[in-house]
Structure formats: C-alpha cells, structure tokens
C-alpha cells in the first residue's frame, strides 16, 4: 500500500488508485484531514483530552499502522504519512532499516546545508551518501556507517565545508548522537567545481 501525494485522500494499493473519502482514508492510516491538514489521534485512551495528539517539545510521539501484505504506514509527530515495505523482494517502498539510513544521512544534511549558507558558501549541489554494515546475527543491528558528503560549488573553502561536517556531527546531528552508542560513524567529503 502506497500513499497517493497528490492529495491527502487516495491510497495506492498493489499499484491501483483508490480515491477514499477523508474518512475512508482516516480509518485507512491512523489520522484525520481538516482543511487539508493532518493531526494524528491520540492513542492512548488513559490521556486526558479529545483524542487531538498533543506533545511536550521533548516527548516526540509516530504511529505505525499495520496495512497488510507486509505494508505499514508510518505516521510522523508532525502527521506526515509514509508506506514502509517489509518484504524486501518486492522494493516498493523503503524498509525500516533504509529509513533509518536516511534518517541519518537527511540529519546531518540539515545541519551542513545550513551552516554552508552561514558561512556564505556558494553552494550549487550538496548530497549526502550514507552507507552501513550490519552484524550477521541477529538481532542485525549496524556496527558502523560512512556518510560521504559532496559538494558542487564555486570556491568552496574546504575549511569551512569540513568544519560543518565536524559541526554537524559533534554538536547538532541528533540522530547520529542516538545511534552513535551502538555503530561508529565515519566521514568523508569531496569537493566539485562547477565550471564557469
């Protein structure tokens, strides 16, 4: 099951539309759509309130809702729903354990972005690879990952992009400070001139 991004109430299962009511498409992934926004409910039934999802800044609160076939549906805090794929022969969606490489490749590619553009760095492409190796038993957590940071731009100081990398993951890159206990974390970058 894949959601449709064109609108917030169509579901794409085994690669067919389905258009659902709001309601329908509620029921479907754990949320409900008020002028085109999304509030996860609350699923605790012992929390007081009106079943609206209310948090502290430091509690943060997704919902997984099982969706047949090996699907799932991921809904963010912030109510943004994503298809999660478990079988991996079949690829149409990321795996928990891909989301989770690009959770912490997307961290600290926040954080380098930003701090380019604080350093008034004339940055015209930036990625981020991440890769990981796992253990062979199980439970098959990743014991070390390599994020490879690349930049495109005109006389980008290699100063000042290795100082965001080291910033980034020092300082401000929450999810490699949650994974960092169990797997090592190792970088690189590579800097492109763009012609003229």
Known sequence: MMI???CSECVLISKSIYHASADDFASTVGTTYRSGESQA????L???GNGSHKMADDKKTAIIKHAGDGYFIGISP???ALTIDTKGSRGEAPSPVELLMISLASCTAVDV?????KKRQVVSEYRAEVSGTRREEHPRGFTSFHIHHI??????SEKAFSDAIRISEEKYCSVAATVRPAAKITTSYEIVEDEE
Do not use: D, K, L, Q
Not at 41 to 44: V, Y
Not at 151 to 156: A, K, Q
């Open 46 to 48: 012992n929390e007081p």
């Open 78 to 80: 912030s109510g943004h």
């Open 151 to 156: 930049v495109h731009g005109r006389g980008v």
């Open 113 to 117: 972005v930003s701090i380019m553009a």
């Open 4 to 6: 449709c991004y064109r």
């Open 41 to 44: 409910f609350n699923t605790n």
